[in-house]
């Protein structure tokens, strides 16, 4: 252990700069340094780490161990040493051909020794290589599988999510109870809005709402566009209409609300620094975006001429007014449903979950309601009301 938790001089200038940075924070960045390395990862828990280290480090720079008490309060503060630390030791994502070699090898180590658990490693990684599918139609977009995302979504897809309610501290009881995110608190002067966060990285944002009269609450899904401007006069030629924007936020990305022409709104979103939802398609993150509607037809038309979707209908659910909606490389991005009941036209949102049947007792037991949960064709779903009435899916892989 002592070798890991041993600064040479350049780490020791690497962790001070002298910007001001505080004792907390520079042991906690020691303790993220030498721990990447160590274990591959750095817990959550920096404070966790073993005494003796943390002791190690504070004396080689002359701080008091106890200020890792005090570390890390902020999940953004974390997660920015994390990937310091990473760049400083030149880490790097694994590249294509390199995960085909791991695929390979844990695929030969599960034969040789008959391990389901070695087994499905194999599969993760298969499914990371983009020649997986967990969920085929229901769940992971068509050849995508639990990932983090670095760079931006190709146009079309869904990439990020939003809700604005009346009770921002009673929203992040219920969520973080629900899924167990952590909320990083933006300031007055932006309306507090607020990431979400899943290991660190953005999943969603919720924030105060700023109508006080509101009533009627519900997740926000963003479509990426790698021109904002050009999408929402698309939508504005095809029938819809401009809510706000398009307008800049700071330096994180350029944005804009339409509604369609039966109604529903949604968000187009060209990224800057903010590339959208970070993790996708795994547990306790969004998995999928479907379109309720009375008028199918017309919310076909209007998307495929803002977005140059192609349509493909459900050959296991024909019985059912559903179409996949696909970007122009094939891959789909959610649907639209035809509803001849529905009184509204909304956007709906599906989170996944490692086990439907517990998040909607979760819920429940943390101020909101739940449907049963149900079976169908491609997982076990449970319809959520959270304290504020907005409605949503929680959906989770079959297990048998």
Not at 73 to 90: E, F, G, I, N, P
Not at 181 to 202: I, K, N, S
Request: proline letters at 6%.
């Amino acid at each position: 252990m002592a070798r890991f938790f041993t600064l040479t001089p350049s780490d020791v200038a690497f962790i001070d700069p002298g910007r001001g940075r505080g004792p907390a924070d520079r042991l906690g960045l020691a303790v993220a340094l030498c721990t990447l390395p160590w274990l591959g990862f750095v817990p959550d828990d920096v404070a966790s780490a073993p005494r003796a280290a943390i002791t190690r480090l504070a004396e080689q720079l002359q701080v008091d161990s106890d200020a890792i008490r005090s570390y890390g309060r902020r999940a953004k503060t974390r997660t920015d040493h994390v990937r310091s630390a990473a760049q400083y030791l030149r880490w790097r994502p694994a590249g294509e051909l390199e995960l085909k070699e791991l695929d390979e090898f844990l695929l030969a180590r599960a034969m040789e020794h008959d391990s389901p658990t070695l087994v499905g490693v194999s599969w993760v990684c298969t499914g990371a290589l983009g020649s997986g599918v967990m969920w085929d139609k229901m769940g992971t977009r068509q050849g995508e599988t639990m990932s983090e995302l670095t760079t931006t979504q190709p146009a079309g897809t869904p990439t990020w999510i939003d809700l604005g309610i009346p009770d921002l501290d009673r929203a992040m009881t219920f969520y973080g109870a629900l899924f167990g995110w952590e909320f990083d608190v933006g300031p007055a002067e932006f309306g507090h809005y607020t990431q979400c966060l899943l290991r660190g990285r953005p999943v969603a944002a919720i924030r105060p709402n700023p109508d006080p009269d509101a009533t009627d609450f519900w997740w926000n899904v963003y479509f990426a566009t790698d021109d904002c401007d050009a999408a929402a006069a698309r939508a504005r030629d095809a029938g819809g209409s401009i809510i706000t924007g398009p307008m800049d936020v700071l330096d994180q990305g350029r944005t804009a609300i339409i509604k369609d022409t039966t109604g529903a709104q949604c968000g187009l979103w060209q990224a800057g620094a903010h590339i959208g939802c970070e993790i996708v398609n795994e547990p306790n993150a969004l998995l999928r975006n479907d379109l309720v509607t009375a008028e199918s037809g017309p919310a076909r038309d209007f998307y495929v001429a803002v977005f140059g979707y192609t349509l493909d209908a459900n050959p296991d659910m024909p019985e059912l007014d559903f179409t996949f909606l696909r970007r122009p490389d094939g891959h789909e991005i959610g649907g639209i449903a035809g509803d001849p009941k529905a009184t509204k036209s909304r956007w709906g949102t599906l989170f996944q979950v490692d086990d439907a049947d517990a998040a909607a007792r979760r819920a429940v037991d943390a101020g909101g309601t739940s449907a049963e949960p149900y079976d169908m064709i491609y997982g076990r779903v449970a319809h959520i009301t959270d304290p504020f009435g907005t409605e949503f899916d929680v959906g989770a892989v079959m297990t048998s």
